[in-house]
């Protein structure tokens, strides 16, 4: 079983488009994190999410964290070839819990 | 944030050979490393908790005896993949945990592994 659940697993768009990730689970976690990885190289962060309904703002990447800790969203805007890569949300539930992965949205921006 | 090498970047092997990763830790000392396989597509999957001084804590399913681990020191784990076969062919990253376990982590580049 998936602890954490991220859809959509494959999102293919064109440069200029908006688009949103999501990473969803039935458990409370203390807090979440989102990497983007490119391929043939290690996950790199992008941002920690800790308090229940926080927004954070990276550039063109919105990332909120649920009410209820359970889940998280990231939106990009205007997205850009750049941006193709792996996103993958990561959590512990408390800070003595291993941190899980998500199975990870794989995003293509075409030019 | 910390910077993890690995090295080697990419290997290839023949099957049933042993091939041993390195991960070291560039900047700070580290008592816990974590290692993790990553297969085309995929996300990672925790293998194992490298402790320094003490065993290695496998994951369910992973099997200790086929991927040996050894925290040298508190900058060095090592993965040796014994015996391997072209199952074996993967990414394996390693990663030095935060301050707290919630906290990121900092990955190394990685290793691509393929096993003819």
């Known amino acids: 079983t998936q602890l954490l659940e991220q859809s959509p697993q494959f999102l293919s768009i064109q440069e200029g488009e908006n688009l949103t990730v999501y990473c969803n689970s039935s458990?409370?976690?203390?807090?979440l994190q989102w990497y983007r990885q490119e391929p043939g190289e290690g996950p790199v962060l992008l941002v920690t999410v800790v308090t229940g309904g926080e927004v954070k703002k990276l550039k063109r990447l919105t990332f909120q964290f649920g009410d209820a800790r359970k889940d998280s969203s990231l939106h990009i805007t205007a997205a850009q070839p750049g941006d193709t890569g792996l996103y993958l949300c990561a959590g512990a539930k408390t800070s003595y819990d291993k941190v899980i992965f998500g199975p990870g949205t794989s995003l293509s921006v075409i030019p | 944030g910390a910077v993890v090498s690995q090295h080697p970047s990419w290997v290839i092997c023949k099957s049933g050979t042993s091939v041993k990763i390195e991960c070291r830790s560039l900047d700070f000392q580290a008592t816990t490393m974590f290692w993790y396989r990553q297969f085309p597509k995929q996300s990672l999957m925790l293998m194992a908790t490298s402790n320094e001084g003490s065993k290695a804590t496998y994951e369910q399913g992973v099997e200790k005896d086929k991927f040996l681990i050894n925290h040298a020191s508190l900058t060095l784990s090592t993965l040796t993949v014994t015996s391997a076969h072209p199952e074996d062919s993967s990414f394996y990253i390693c990663s030095l945990p935060g301050l707290a376990a919630s906290d990121t982590q900092y990955f190394g580049p990685g290793t691509r592994l393929t096993v003819l």
């Open positions: 458990s409370v976690f203390s807090s």
